[in-house]
C-alpha cells in the first residue's frame, strides 16, 4: 500500500523494522513513542475485558512467545538507528514480556533515564491473584546530544496545590495515575492509550515542529496527539485491517488542535532578573560560556543553559555576555 499522508506526516502500512529501513533516514526523529505487541495473545483480548467486542476493529497482530525476545531485539536496534543523538524513547509494556525488551535495550547504546509506572483504574477482574493494574514504561534516550526535556512544560516551579506541595514535582514523579479511554459504541483498537498519557510525553520531550514516531500505530493515537500538539509525524502499522479502519480520520485533522485545550503553566520570574550583576557572577558567566563554547554547543544552546544557572532572563544574559566581549576585546 502507498504511504497515506496526513497533516504534518505520512503514515506506512507496513512492518516497522522493513519500513524504518525503506524510509526513514539515519538520525533524523526527535521521539519515539511506541506500543509493542505484548506477546500474551492480545489478538484474543476479548477472552480477558469485559467489552463489546462489535465495536473493536480486529486485525491485531500477535507476536508468538518464542519470537518475541528477537522481534525486540529488531525493532529496538531500529529504533536506536533513526532516533537524533539526544533524541528519547518512551516504549509502554506489560511485565510479562518486559525482560525482552530490557534485554533488547541494554543491547544498544541507548541509555535508560526512567523507568515509570502508568497506574490505571478498572484493573482486569481476579479472584486468586491480585489484580493488575498498571503498565511500564521505559524512557530512554540516545547520547550524544541534549536531551530535550520541558521542566515547566505543565506546572511551574513554585505551582503548589492546597497542601503546601510542588505540583511540578508530583506531575514529574515516576508513577502516574491516568485512567484508561472508554468509548462505548465507538470503533477502537483492542489496546488504545489514552490521549492523555500521550500528551504528558510529548509536551515534556519534544517541541512544535519536533518529529515524533510511533514504530506501532494500532489506534494511531500517539499520532493524534502529536498533530494536535503541532509536531510532525511518522508511523507504521503492519495490519493492514487496522491500518484501514483507524487512520481514515485522521487526515481531517487541523494541526495543534489541542494546543488551547493544554493548562498553561505558572512560571516564576529568573530569581535574580533585574538584579546588579556581581563582579563574580559575570567572571562565573564567562568561565561557563567558554566551557560551554568548548564543548561545540549553538549559541541557543548555551544562552539557555546559562539562564537556568544564573537564575536571569535570556535578554539579560545576552546583554552581559556583550558587554564582557566588549571589555575584553
Known sequence: MDPFSIPLGTLYNEDCIRGTAAYVPDGSIDLII?????????????????????????????????????????????????LKPGGSLYVISGYTNLYHILHALRSTGLQEVNHLIWKY??????RRKYVSSHYHILFYDKPGGRRTFNMEARFGMGEKDAEGRSLNNLDREDVWVLPREYKPGTYKNKNALPLSLLVKMIQYSSNE???????????????????????????????????????????????????????APHLSPPANRGKRWTGDEREQLYR???????????KKEMIQRL???????RWGIEKALKGMERHRG
Request: with cysteine.
Open 209 to 263: 515542529g519536533d518529529l515524533v514516531c510511533d514504530l506501532f500505530c494500532g489506534g494511531f493515537s500517539t499520532a493524534r496527539a502529536a498533530i494536535g500538539l503541532n509536531r510532525r509525524f511518522v508511523g507504521f502499522e503492519v495490519s493492514e485491517q487496522i491500518f484501514q479502519a483507524m487512520s481514515g480520520d485522521l487526515r481531517n485533522l487541523m494541526p495543534g488542535f489541542l494546543l488551547n485545550t493544554l493548562r
Open 307 to 313: 539562564a537556568a544557572e544564573m537564575g536571569r532572563g
Open 34 to 82: 511506541t506500543d509493542p505487541p505484548y506477546g500474551i495473545g492480545g489478538d484474543h483480548l476479548h477472552r480477558h475485558y469485559n467489552r463489546d467486542e462489535r465495536y473493536v476493529v480486529n486485525g491485531y497482530r500477535e507476536i508468538p512467545l518464542d519470537q518475541y525476545g528477537m522481534f525486540s531485539r529488531k525493532w529496538v536496534r531500529a529504533a536506536e538507528r533513526i
Open 288 to 298: 561557563r560560556y567558554r566551557g560551554y563554547q568548548k564543548k561545540g554547543l549553538s
Open 121 to 126: 483504574s478498572f484493573g482486569v477482574f481476579t
